[in-house]
């Protein structure tokens, strides 16, 4: 028994569309349908009626929906408990965070709450936004910190997560100053010779936005270099090896004394929104004033 099919069949019983339950759990349709099935084998008996459109819970489905749901915030409400005593009453809080989000700015943020919430005890698992989502599904965290775009991921019902816009960064092309002027990397200005591209792996959150912003632009950008992580691109671009886009407050310090320029007009850029989701009905009391004060 996986808890996660329990979590997933209580999406479904709520959408009642494989579709849109696949994508609020951040998996594929196919491996969604697999899960429930895999539920239903456990149980022996079918949950979903599939032969007609839209589909919905059989007799054992709403029978077992509420039974899903009870041992779900059961389970939940045991785990704080239990943290609570473990930790001496005060639980971590648990953050999937974006890795370069938690590099430049959830550290620094985490320093300024000491004083206004001093009892507060963070763990932090950072990474790629697909795993941060799916640990938060999962319920393995508590809160999700990312970026959201407007032609981008995630979203979830808000009528169940809870989200809170707290900033917003400019997310532009930039190089190395005395790369830019001496090779004339510009991609607003004239386009006679390459420039070398230093990308996001297109698989990445960012890499799909920057292909959003490019779109049907030929650019003369070359591609020299991937990585999926900001920080290496920025430290490429400092040593002048290129273009990468970049969020200005990762590199603010550099634009700041003029290490680094950028080499695109506005229509070269685009606006991310910092984003923070939770499920409020299953926060404790640190947790909600931790969401609070964010």
């Not at 489905?61 to 239990?82: K, M, W, Y």
């Not at 799916?134 to 959201?148: E, I, K, S, V």
């Not at 390459?194 to 950008?221: A, C, F, H, K, M």
């Amino acid at each position: 028994m996986d808890t996660r099919w329990l979590q997933d069949f209580v999406c479904l019983g709520r959408t009642l569309n494989f579709s849109r339950a696949a994508e609020e759990r951040n998996i594929t349709q196919p491996a969604f349908s697999r899960r429930i099935k895999s539920l239903e084998n456990w149980l022996g008996v079918p949950l979903v009626v599939r032969s007609i459109y839209p589909v919905r819970l059989s007799d054992a489905g709403v029978q077992f929906l509420p039974v899903a749901q009870e041992t779900i915030n059961r389970l939940s409400d045991a785990r704080q408990d239990i943290r609570g005593i473990y930790f001496g009453g005060t639980a971590f809080q648990r953050i999937a965070v974006l890795h370069t989000i938690s590099l430049n700015y959830l550290t620094t943020r985490l320093q300024e709450l000491d004083d206004e919430l001093p009892d507060l005890r963070v763990r932090v698992f950072s990474d790629f936004l697909a795993s941060c989502c799916q640990l938060f599904t999962d319920g393995t965290c508590d809160f999700l910190l990312c970026y959201r775009h407007n032609n981008g991921a995630p979203f979830f019902d808000e009528d169940v997560i809870a989200r809170k816009d707290i900033g917003h960064e400019n997310f532009c092309p930039v190089a190395e100053a005395n790369a830019a002027a001496a090779n004339g990397w510009d991609l607003s200005g004239p386009r006679e010779q390459g420039i070398p591209y230093l990308s996001y792996d297109p698989s990445s959150y960012l890499g799909t936005i920057v292909d959003q912003i490019i779109g049907n632009r030929e650019p003369p950008l070359e591609l020299a270099y991937m990585d999926a992580h900001a920080e290496s691109l920025k430290r490429m671009v400092i040593s002048g090896k290129g273009v990468a886009w970049l969020s200005e407050r990762v590199v603010a310090e550099e634009l700041a004394d003029g290490r680094l320029v950028r080499v695109g007009g506005p229509e070269w850029q685009t606006t991310l929104t910092l984003t923070l989701f939770c499920a409020s009905d299953r926060l404790d009391k640190a947790g909600q004033l931790f969401w609070d004060a964010m």
